[in-house]
């Protein structure tokens, strides 16, 4: 009996945990003119992407240039001059997001 309460809420409180520690990666790109891109990007939780890593990459997945985020989570890049590019921000191994070109205005 005292297995299956401990099991029972071990179990609960990993589920109950789980909303908790969860978020997810933002990040949002705009051309301030025609050569200039700034990136913000941050969690959805709130939290700063501040120290995140920012890398730069062709349609063919080469690296065009890589940086950090500022402390208040920006980052600003002269406009690559392949056609097609991602920006993505790398928090850590479990979160990245991205975005296209074709996505930034």
């Known amino acids: 009996m005292r297995v299956a309460h401990f099991v029972a809420v071990f179990c609960g409180s990993l589920f109950a945990a789980g909303p908790v520690l969860a978020h997810s990666p933002l990040i949002s790109c705009f051309y301030d003119d025609e050569t200039t891109i700034t990136c913000e990007a941050g969690y959805s939780d709130g ?3 501040a120290g995140g890593v920012i ?3 062709d349609g063919d997945e080469r690296l065009l240039t890589e ?3 500022s402390e208040n989570s920006t980052f600003t890049l002269k406009k690559p001059e392949s056609p097609v590019f991602q ?3 790398i928090g850590d191994t479990a979160h990245e997001a991205g975005v296209f070109n ?4």
């Not at 074709?102 to 205005?105: A, N, V, Y």
């Open 67 to 69: 940086g950090r985020f």
């Open 87 to 89: 920006i993505i921000f």
């Open 47 to 49: 939290a700063s992407a």
């Open 102 to 105: 074709d996505e930034i205005f």
């Open 55 to 57: 890398r730069v990459v």
